[in-house]
């Protein structure tokens, strides 16, 4: 079965870092496209930043020098690096695994900056 976990979200302070992590089981995670969306309420969902499976990255405008994802394909874990918080990157924050046949959503970790 695919299954997504994130974890490390929380409250932090403007200016400070915070690192989300996301385990995935299942035998897809090598050759899927992983990625980290975020919802904050009363907005759509939107893409922060994505790793596909041979590499490359792509980043939303407002985080880029800001937050870093990286994989480890090895513990099929993928990680944001989020620092400079501000308050605006407050939102729920998802995991996504996708590929050809797959397309597949983590449960959420809130991530909430205060000013």
């Known amino acids: 079965q695919v299954q997504l976990v994130e974890s490390g979200g929380g409250l932090v302070q403007a200016g400070g870092s915070l690192r989300l992590s996301c385990a995935a089981s299942g035998s897809f995670f090598s050759i899927a496209t992983m990625g980290w969306y975020r919802q904050a309420p009363g907005k759509q969902r939107e893409l922060v930043a994505e790793?596909?499976?041979?590499?490359?990255?792509n980043y939303a405008d407002d985080v880029k020098g800001r937050f870093t994802i990286s994989r480890d394909n090895a513990k099929k874990t993928v990680y944001l690096e989020m620092g400079s918080l501000k308050p605006e990157d407050t939102a729920v924050y998802y995991c996504n695994a996708r590929s050809w046949t797959i397309n597949v959503w983590g449960q959420g970790t809130q991530v909430t900056v205060s000013s």
């Open positions: 790793m596909p499976s041979g590499g490359g990255t």
